[in-house]
């Protein structure tokens, strides 16, 4: 599957639905040493992260009425951290905007299993299983930043190079959020792959906030 724009949305967090798959995936041998030594290597600098089933991307379904199916399989969640081919693994990114629109970005801890101390347009991680891409979202802005949206939607499905499927959003946060000043930085700030990822799923236009 080439890297590319699978889908584009925008969908509201009611029209995206997560189909999961019984059978996990077996990956190759070289996949499973891949996993591995990643997991180990994430140990040796202090990381909490742990091994666990999260998803792997299979297909997808565009609806009529404008929903979009997610079909996913359960999978090695170390997966998604080998570089040159993470084996369809889904991960999701929650960009993020204050009421008057502004990006807002936090740089990442060192510690975390994906571009550590870089900075990122919000929220972002893998999709555990069991989960809709959408609910991750939720899940990783409460976890990594401490907030609620006041509106969460789903902007676009992306295949990168690494064979990693991202499913991209957009939060915007409700008026009087201003603990996240220290947090707003220019969009260019923000580490390439992510940026680039944001901007594949923003709306052309302004959004408003009502």
Same mark, same amino acid.
């Given at each position: 599957?080439?890297?590319?724009?699978?889908?584009?949305?925008?969908?509201?967090?009611?029209?995206?639905?997560?189909?999961?798959?019984?059978?996990?995936?077996?990956?190759?041998?070289?996949?499973?040493?891949?996993?591995?030594?990643?997991?180990?290597?994430?140990?040796?600098?202090?990381?909490?992260s742990h091994d666990g089933l999260g998803a792997r991307f299979i297909s997808h379904?565009?609806?009529?009425?404008?929903?979009?199916?997610?079909?996913?399989?359960?999978?090695?969640?170390s997966l998604r951290l080998n570089a040159s081919d993470a084996a369809n693994s889904?991960?999701?990114?929650?960009?993020?905007?204050?009421? $008057? /629109?502004?990006?807002?970005?936090? !740089? @990442?801890?060192?510690?975390? =299993?994906?571009?550590?101390?870089?900075?990122?347009?919000? *929220?972002?991680?893998?999709?555990?299983?069991?989960?809709?891409?959408?609910?991750?979202?939720?899940?990783?802005?409460?976890?990594?930043?401490?907030?609620?949206?006041?509106?969460?939607?789903?902007?676009?499905?992306v295949m990168l190079p690494n064979a990693m499927v991202m499913f991209v959003g957009?939060?915007?946060?409700? $008026? /009087?959020?201003?603990?996240?000043? !220290? @947090?707003?930085?220019?969009? =260019?700030?923000?580490?390439?792959?992510?940026?680039?990822? *944001?901007?594949?799923?923003?709306?052309?236009?302004?959004?408003?906030?009502?």
């Open positions: 599957m080439a890297p590319g724009i699978l889908a584009r949305g925008p969908w509201s967090a009611d029209q995206v639905t997560a189909r999961w798959a019984e059978e996990i995936f077996e990956p190759s041998p070289q996949m499973t040493a891949d996993a591995d030594a990643a997991v180990a290597a994430l140990a040796e600098r202090g990381s909490p379904e565009l609806g009529d009425d404008g929903r979009l199916t997610i079909n996913l399989q359960p999978s090695r969640w889904v991960a999701a990114l929650c960009a993020v905007r204050d009421c $008057e /629109g502004r990006w807002l970005a936090g !740089r @990442r801890a060192e510690w975390v =299993a994906s571009w550590p101390g870089r900075w990122a347009l919000g *929220a972002g991680g893998a999709v555990d299983f069991g989960e809709s891409p959408v609910e991750t979202l939720a899940r990783e802005l409460e976890e990594e930043w401490s907030v609620s949206a006041a509106e969460l939607r789903g902007e676009a499905l957009q939060a915007w946060l409700a $008026e /009087g959020v201003d603990d996240l000043q !220290r @947090r707003q930085v220019l969009a =260019a700030e923000a580490h390439a792959q992510l940026r680039h990822a *944001a901007v594949l799923g923003a709306r052309r236009g302004q959004h408003e906030v009502g």
